[in-house]
C-alpha cells in the first residue's frame, strides 16, 4: 500500500507539474491574443484615419495635387512679380509728387520774389490758381498710391494664404504617403502572423 500512496503522489505530482505548464502555456496565449487584438484594433484605426485622409484629399491621385501644388507655385511666382512692379510704379509715383512739390516750392519762392516788385492781387491770383493744380495733381498722386497700397496688401494677403495651403497640401501629401506605406507594412505583417 506504501508503493500505491508513492505512486499516487508521484502521479499527483506530475498532474501538478502539468497543469504549471498549462497554466503558463493558457498565459501566454492570452497575452498574444491580447497582442492580436491590440494590433487589429490599430489596424481598424489605421484604416478609419486613411479613409478620413482619402475623403480630406477628395480621392485625387497623387499626380492632381503635384499638379495642383505646381500650379499655386506659379500663381505665387506671378503675384510676387506683380508685388515688386506695383512696388515700383508707387516709388516712381513718389518720386513724381516730389518732383511736384519742389517745383511748387520753387515756384513759390519766385512768387515771393515777384511780390515784392508786381501787384499783390495778380500774384495771390496765381497763387491760388497753382495751388488748386498742384492739389489736383497730388489728390490724384496719393488716390494711386493708396489704391497701389491696397493692392499690394491684397496681394501678400493671398500670397500668404496660398504658400499656407501649399505647405498643407505637401503635408498631406507626405502623411499620405507614409501612411500608405504603413499599411504595406502592416498588411505584410499580419500575413506572417
Do not use: W
Not at 500512496?5 to 498532474?15: R, Y
Request: with cysteine; charged share 35%; net charge negative.
Amino acid at each position: 500500500m506504501s508503493c500505491t500512496i508513492e505512486k499516487v503522489l508521484a502521479d499527483a505530482k506530475a498532474l501538478v507539474e502539468r497543469l504549471k505548464e498549462h497554466d503558463s502555456a493558457a498565459e501566454a496565449l492570452i497575452e498574444q491574443t491580447t497582442a492580436l487584438n491590440k494590433r487589429v484594433e490599430a489596424m481598424k484605426q489605421y484604416q478609419e484615419d486613411i479613409q478620413e485622409l482619402n475623403e480630406v484629399a477628395r480621392h485625387r491621385p497623387r499626380s492632381t495635387l503635384v499638379m495642383g501644388i505646381q500650379q499655386e507655385n506659379r500663381q505665387i511666382r506671378h503675384l510676387q512679380q506683380e508685388n515688386k512692379e506695383l512696388r515700383t510704379s508707387l516709388e516712381e509715383h513718389q518720386s513724381a509728387l516730389e518732383l511736384i512739390m519742389s517745383k511748387y516750392r520753387e515756384q513759390m519762392f519766385r512768387l515771393l520774389m515777384a511780390s515784392k516788385k508786381d501787384d499783390l492781387m495778380m500774384i495771390t491770383k496765381l497763387k491760388e490758381q497753382h495751388s488748386k493744380e498742384l492739389q489736383v495733381h497730388v489728390d490724384k498722386i496719393n488716390e494711386m498710391a493708396t489704391v497701389m497700397r491696397k493692392a499690394i496688401e491684397i496681394d501678400e494677403q493671398r500670397l500668404f494664404k496660398e504658400q499656407e495651403r501649399i505647405v498643407q497640401l505637401e503635408e498631406e501629401l507626405s502623411e499620405n504617403t507614409s501612411l500608405s506605406g504603413l499599411v504595406t507594412n502592416a498588411n505584410l505583417s499580419m500575413r506572417k502572423s
